[in-house]
Structures are given as C-alpha cells and as structure tokens.
C-alpha cells in the first residue's frame, strides 16, 4: 500500500506556502493506489466484498474532502467530483456483483441501505 500522508496541525497553519497544495499530488497517488487494489480484487467471499467497498467509499470519501476543503484550479475541480461519481457508480457494481456470490440472508448483514444515507458520509460494513 502507499505511504502514511502525515496532516499539518492546525498550529502550523500560519506558513506562506499551503502544504495541502504542495501534497495534493501525493493523496490523488494515494487515491489512484487505492482504486488500483480494488481492481486487483478477485471478490469470491464476503471479506473481498466488504474490503472492496471500504476502499472504494474512502477514496472516494478523500476526493470529496480534497473537493470541499483545498483551493483547486478549475480542471480538478471538474475531474474530481467525476472521479467521485465513477467510484459510487463502482460501489453499486460492487454490491451487485456481490449479490450474486452470496444468499440473501447473507448480505443483510453487510450491505447498508443507501436510503438512509447520505452521499460520501462513510458506511459501515
């Protein structure tokens, strides 16, 4: 897996130059990261489903902090929320797929329903 990004304290928020923007490329390789072991998952039992799904909804729970909380030149802020919406587009494939591997008793216990959850707010699985 990638490196540990290390966050800057809120004490050291006073310098010139924004950390946030010097690492950005760093958490989009830490997000590529991510999304590349998920496409490396061969999902055939109930963990690959659940450990597919987490790393899907973080990264994509990191796109939308970067969205919402760093300064962005106008291509990335277009890029981003699409990466975003492919990646829920993935998780809805994810949990399709998995429907097919498992009894439907099975999935009641993993599966959250989307209904009462709001967009990129973090699931349990």
Known sequence: MSSV??????????????PSRQKLPDILA?????LS??????IQTIDDARQAIFILELANG???????????????RTTLPAQSARIDLLIAETRRE?????????????????RGQSKGAPRSV
């Open 5 to 18: 990004l290390k966050f800057r304290q809120p004490h050291n928020a006073n310098s010139k130059t924004s």
């Open 30 to 34: 830490n997000i590529a990261a991510l």
């Open 37 to 42: 072991r998920v496409q490396a998952l061969e």
């Open 62 to 76: 990191c796109i939308r902090v970067i969205v919402g909380q760093i300064p962005l030149n106008e291509t990335a």
């Open 98 to 114: 998995a429907t097919c591997l498992f009894e439907p008793t099975d999935l009641k216990s993993w599966i959250a329903d989307d």
